[in-house]
């Protein structure tokens, strides 16, 4: 028989779906229940062979076998399996998903077979098969059965009322385009799930399966990128914006809480009729209704946090709208006001009313304060925006001051005094990095111990720990309430900042200090974990943000993006720094000017490199290809000779051999050559390719020893040998 090709590149045949979109009254539940439900439509099997689906740099191929439909998902032929051999590819055009890609499945450009796959379509796949394929009387095999029931399973939250987010919108919203969610039975390898989201701000994923743990099928991301192919400005396509909340909540004791809250926002979205929001998991809801005083339809599942609300009509792009949603609880599990998912701060109005056996504190400015029979009524308002609000309880003890440098503040403690205990540190942190990156757009007004640290802008909350910790949060006044990132990929300009500005506190006090710090941080990323399964898994980039920390890589988002991302900053401080006068005045001037300049702008880690590169004259795409966006670290292999010259000055030799990383790794790096009776000379050599040989500037002493890396200016192994 003579192979027939099919090659279906993301066509939409609307006119031949229209009739099935008229049911606007579909609901959540309904939909949950028919994919959950689904099983298989014998009418609609069919052999297939070269069959071909793609969505930008993904392609599966059917080659050869059945695949069968089930019944129809809310009038629609989606869900499929196929049984057969097939051919999964993905070619990441970003360096950092290709290493992820050669971390997990050894190749970097990823080119498999596979023998079933789970497959959901939200466009013209059906018509497609069915012009391209043969009808098949076929009954469902036992493994087509088992890959129905598995890969519904992965679809489905285990034990929830919960359903894959670009699957749910499109399908509530009768859309038909692009969105395509896949389970992959690979040959040699577990399971992988493909899925295209247009949503998205990076619309592909590729995530790895591991099986029933816990009670939950249980998959890593491996692979998420944009098809625009950049990293360095990932596009936020935010829903909502322009975000406003007035709460109203009633607790009724430490746990149960009965709130109202008004939001208003503007839609950013075209044809837009449901829409997600997260409430914590044993919150109920009363009621939704908007500015018209409509009841809005919803569904949210027990125990779930994930809230799917059905607009009164289709919204499109800059339609304004108000919310009007009532909700009682239990907060221990959750967010206990609804949030929606955006890039954009958010104002917040809040006013609690309380017993009064204690004393509440939130997020913002407390502007008033009200005493009923057995109940406090207190007001939270936010000057500036934020991201999010919360709100704490404890037998509190208030006191306020005016200090000449912060200015007014307003303290809430209960274990220690603020001033005999932890606010000498804060002011001087406070006062040190006011010195060096400006005094805060945002001052701060309001400190409160708290056993949950955070901050927000002009509020600090602060357990009595660790300076470190302390300076960090204090820090986040300049990184993150006023120079903030842009995407997950950017978060280390705000946590890496903070940590380190936290460690410069540290050296500030006690320099031994802040090169323990370093030291720890140093151990710890060369000495990354193995797996749970024993097998040497290499650390992610610091660009993977909170990727880096997956089911089986748990604990690397601390250590990348704030231990590494700090060593980063320390690496471009000791590149900048004058060896002969250890002046570090222009990498001072780095962060001062690099905080006025970002200062209330959403920043990426391009941003920051480009800043670098003005300031040092250098390019530096090399040293943020290598240490932001790569996960390898150099070992050095050091050895030298020295030799008298007939002048009776000395000429050294220097052997450095760079092993763990590609030949064309490079690095700056300082080396000392030590005359003994503290006279010294410091050179800054430059080093890549497997093995560099060369001779240093002509000492005028015999020099007692040479170091190489002594100013533990970069990141990476020192190992010596003799020059023989």
Known sequence: MKARTFCLLATIYLLSFQCLFCDSNLVFSDLFNQFKNSTFDNNKTFYVRDFFISREQAAMTLDSGIIYFTKPVFGKYCVAVFSGTGTFTLAPPVKIEQEQLEKFFKQKKMFTQFNSAFLIFADSTLY?????????????????????????????????????????????????????????????????????????????????????????????????????????????????????????????????IKCSTEITFKVLADSMRWIQFSLGELMLID???????????????????????????????????????????????????????????????????????????????????????????????????????????????????????????????????????????????????????????????????????????????????????????????????????????????????????????????NHENYQRHMKEFKETLLNIRSSFLNKRIDPGAITLGWRNETFSTSGDYNKMVYMKGAWVLHMIRYMMIDLKTLSESAFINLMTEYYKTFSEKLTTSCDFMKFVESKMGLEMGWFFDQ??????????????????????????????????????????????????????SRIKIFITGEKAEFDLPVMPLKPKKVILNDLEAVLCNVDTESWD
Not at 337 to 355: E, L, N
Request: aromatic share 14%.
């Open 128 to 256: 497609d098969i069915e012009k391209a394929s043969t009808f098949s009387s076929a009954e469902p095999s036992n493994k087509a059965r088992e890959v129905l029931d598995i890969g519904t399973k992965y679809l489905l939250e285990r034990d929830r009322i919960e359903l894959d987010w670009c699957i749910t919108k499109a399908f509530l919203e009768n859309q038909v385009n692009e969105t395509l969610w896949s389970m992959i039975n690979l040959n040699n390898n577990d399971p992988v799930i493909f899925r295209f989201n247009p949503y998205g701000n990076e619309e592909i994923q590729l995530s790895r399966c591991y099986g029933i743990i816990a009670n939950k099928y249980r998959y890593d991301l491996i692979c998420n990128f944009s098809t625009k192919h950049d990293i360095c400005s990932v596009l936020n396509k935010d829903l909502v914006g322009n975000i406003r909340y007035i709460i109203n909540c009633v607790l009724e004791n430490k746990h149960d």
């Open 287 to 509: 009621s939704i209704v908007d500015n018209s005083n409509t009841r809005l339809i919803f569904h949210k599942s027990i125990e779930s946090d994930v809230v799917w609300m059905k607009f009164g009509k289709w919204m499109k792009s800059n339609d304004s709208i108000k919310l009007k949603i009532c909700y009682h609880g239990d907060i221990r599990r959750g967010g206990w006001y609804p949030g929606f998912a955006s890039s954009q701060k958010r104002f917040f109005d809040i006013t609690f009313t309380h017993p009064d056996d204690f004393i509440l504190t939130g997020t913002g400015e407390n502007i008033s304060n009200d005493k009923a029979t057995g109940v406090y009524i207190t007001r939270w308002v936010t000057k500036y925006p934020c991201y999010d609000a919360d709100f704490d309880f404890a037998d509190y003890k208030i006191k306020e001051l005016d200090d000449p440098e912060i200015g007014h503040i307003k303290t809430y403690y209960f274990s220690t005094d603020m001033f005999s205990g932890i606010f000498p540190n804060i002011k001087e942190s406070y006062n040190l990095f006011c010195k060096i990156f400006g005094k805060p757009r945002k001052r701060l007004t309001t400190i409160i111990q708290s056993n949950n640290e955070s901050s927000y802008p002009g509020t600090l909350l602060i357990n009595f720990r660790a300076n470190t910790v302390i300076a960090h949060q204090v820090s986040h006044l300049w990184w993150g309430s006023d120079v903030d990132y842009n995407s997950y990929r950017d978060v280390w300009l705000r946590e890496a900042f903070a940590e380190y500005s936290s460690l410069i506190y540290v050296q500030a006090k």
């Open 627 to 680: 240490w932001i966006n790569g996960n390898k670290i150099p070992t050095y292999v050091f050895s030298y000779k020295v030799n008298e010259l007939p002048d009776g000055k000395y000429n050294v030799k220097v052997r450095i051999k760079q092993k763990d990383v590609p030949t064309d790794f490079k690095m700056f790096i300082p080396v000392k050559v030590d005359f003994g009776n503290d006279k010294f």
